[in-house]
């Protein structure tokens, strides 16, 4: 191994432990290929998923790698019209498993989220039976101001560009605590514990994914 993948294992090892005392179930994956393959066990088959706007999710391969014929699966990118977009996003508050990554983790295992419309911060804090998150270590940051940080002046500025969004941050690439119409920063979700045994699980990723 490198000394960077090296310093990736050691350090998931430390945050698994502490997820874990926050309630989260956690692995970590050398590689998205690992990640996958981790991911699906955990799907069962039969079962409704769906997934949040995440970079993370497609780079793996994840949402690629699930077979129609074993899931029932939710995709919004194939709604029609907005009314359908809209339809898409309810049903998946009553989906069996919800994919999405985390704009931010901290050492100390809390997840920090950032969400223009909501939905997937929404569903990360109730409705679908599992949140499956998967997030590479790129997205590892030392404590909370670190990590929202990061995703003001990181994630939200490359994921306003991608979207083509007019917001200040895809103009010059700096946050302005904007108050735009294409603000994707309204919500912003610090999950520290999960009560429901079982239902939130992290896969940490040793490689870079996403923003």
């Given at each position: 191994?490198?000394?960077?993948?090296?310093?990736?294992?050691?350090?998931?090892?430390?945050m698994?432990?502490?997820?874990?005392?926050?309630?989260?179930?956690?692995?970590?994956?050398?590689?998205?290929r690992?990640?996958?393959?981790?991911?699906?066990?955990?799907?069962?088959?039969?079962?409704?998923?769906?997934?949040?706007?995440?970079?993370s999710?497609l780079?793996?391969?994840?949402?690629?790698?699930?077979?129609?014929?074993?899931?029932?699966?939710?995709?919004?990118?194939?709604?029609?019209?907005?009314?359908?977009?809209?339809?898409?996003?309810?049903?998946?508050?009553?989906?069996?498993?919800?994919?999405?990554?985390?704009?931010?983790?901290t050492?100390?295992?809390e997840?920090?989220?950032?969400?223009?419309?909501?939905?997937?911060?929404?569903?990360?804090?109730?409705?679908?039976?599992?949140?499956?998150?998967?997030?590479?270590?790129?997205?590892?940051?030392p404590?909370?101001?670190?990590?929202?940080?990061?995703v003001?002046?990181t994630?939200?500025?490359?994921?306003?560009?991608?979207?083509?969004?007019?917001?200040?941050?895809?103009?010059?690439?700096?946050?302005?605590?904007?108050?735009?119409?294409?603000?994707?920063?309204?919500?912003?979700?610090?999950?520290?514990?999960?009560?429901?045994?079982?239902?939130?699980?992290?896969?940490?990723v040793?490689?870079?994914?996403?923003?």
């Amino acid at each position: 191994m490198t000394p960077v993948q090296t310093y990736y294992e050691t350090l998931a090892a430390s945050m698994i432990k502490k997820m874990e005392k926050r309630g989260f179930e956690a692995w970590y994956c050398p590689d998205r290929r690992e990640a996958v393959k981790t991911a699906l066990s955990l799907i069962k088959e039969g079962s409704t998923v769906t997934w949040g706007g995440s970079m993370s999710i497609l780079e793996s391969g994840l949402v690629q790698a699930l077979d129609p014929e074993k899931y029932h699966i939710i995709d919004r990118s194939k709604a029609a019209t907005a009314e359908e977009k809209k339809e898409c996003y309810r049903q998946a508050f009553s989906s069996d498993y919800y994919l999405m990554s985390t704009n931010a983790i901290t050492k100390d295992g809390e997840l920090v989220n950032v969400d223009g419309t909501g939905n997937r911060a929404a569903a990360l804090v109730y409705g679908p039976d599992h949140v499956l998150i998967l997030a590479g270590m790129n997205k590892v940051e030392p404590n909370l101001p670190a990590a929202i940080d990061r995703v003001h002046h990181t994630a939200a500025p490359a994921n306003a560009i991608r979207l083509g969004l007019h917001t200040p941050c895809a103009k010059t690439g700096s946050c302005a605590d904007c108050l735009s119409p294409d603000c994707i920063c309204a919500h912003t979700v610090i999950t520290r514990y999960n009560r429901i045994p079982g239902r939130i699980k992290v896969l940490l990723v040793g490689e870079a994914l996403g923003y």
